[in-house]
């Protein structure tokens, strides 16, 4: 699957997104995310683009249903990508989270995860 979720911590989901997301995708991913918040409340999440091509036109779409569903249910955003339009995309969608957000290169998943469990910031 293209897109898929562990539990790494008791607030902290690590969520990994490959390929070319679907709306299918989704249908599958959703409901077990909004488990993990039915169980433990905000979220802190790491979420891994290594390998993340993009979407579908309605897996977009999708995407975009979730993140405005969703937005205030995450506490902190850690993103690790590889490429150059990985880290534009988080640097222009970053001001519309609720979330504190910090991108990492895909070199820095141990500094993510730390960055993930230090206090939010006052």
Known sequence: MPIHMEKETDDVVAIR???????????HFTPQFEEAIRERGKLRVLFDMTNFDGWEPKGFWEEAKFDIKHNSDVRRLAVIGEEKWHH???????PLAAAEVRYFHHGEANEARQWLREPRAA
Do not use: H, R, W, Y
């Open 88 to 94: 534009v995309l988080i640097t222009v969608f970053a």
């Open 17 to 27: 997104a490959t390929g070319t997301l679907t709306k299918k995708d989704f249908s």
